[in-house]
Structures are given as C-alpha cells and as structure tokens.
C-alpha cells in the first residue's frame, strides 16, 4: 500500500505557473512503484496527465506536453508537477497516484482502474 498526499493547489491567472508536490510513503509492499498525476473536472472522468517510470523516464499527456514537466525530491519521497502557461481549461482536481506495476508503469491513456492508490487531491482554479 501506498499513502499519498497532494499540496501546493491555488488560484493563479492564466499564463502564471505553479507547481504541485505529491508525498508518497509505502505503508506495505515493495520500494519500487509508479507515479502519476491525474485531474478531473465535475462530471467528466479523472485524466491522466503526467507519468514517472520506476527507471525515471516519464511521459505526458499530449495537452500538457509542452507546458509540465515533472521532478523528484527522492530523499524526501516527493514528486513534483511544476506546471507553466497555465490555461483556464486546466482548472481541475488534481490527483497523484500510485501502483506496484506488473511489468511496464502505466502511462498516456491508462484508466483510473490501473492506479489503485489515490491521494486526496489538490484543487488549481486559473482565472482568465
């Protein structure tokens, strides 16, 4: 099992930046797990956005591609999604999520079902 916990959510205007940071700690299991952010808007579904591999390689999804990026505090068990150019249309929930991957992490188009450990989330408001 792993314990998530998501901070640093706001309100900033469209075009400013602002970065997310995810605190994860294996309650049970092996050291060696996935990361990702997803978020969500009322009534639609969680969407993944930004994947951290166990070997370090990540992945994007295509609208964040160029504008997020991702980094880790490894001794402090801390994920960050430092996010530029903010839009309005990425006003959301912010989640990161955990697993203990079978073979690959799962990445760019993987479903919530996938990620069995969750955080709170952290809710980004961009005003235009």
């Known amino acids: 099992q792993v314990q998530l916990e998501e901070s640093g959510g706001g309100s900033v205007e469209a075009g400013g930046s602002l970065t997310l940071s995810c605190s994860h700690s294996v309650v049970t299991g092996s050291s060696q797990y996935c990361l990702a952010w997803f978020r969500q808007v009322p009534r639609k579904g969680r969407e993944g956005i930004a994947f951290l591999s166990i070997d370090g390689s990540t992945d994007f999804a295509a609208s964040v591609a160029d504008r997020f990026t991702l980094s880790k505090d490894t001794a402090n068990n801390r994920l960050f999604l430092q996010m530029t150019n903010l839009k309005p249309e990425d006003t959301a929930e912010y989640y990161c999520?955990?697993?203990?991957?079978?073979?690959?992490?799962?990445?760019?188009?993987?479903?919530?079902?996938?990620?069995?450990?969750w955080g709170q989330g952290t809710q980004v408001t961009i005003s235009s």
């Open positions: 999520a955990a697993v203990f991957p079978r073979g690959d992490c799962p990445s760019v188009g993987s479903g919530t079902w996938e990620w069995p450990y």
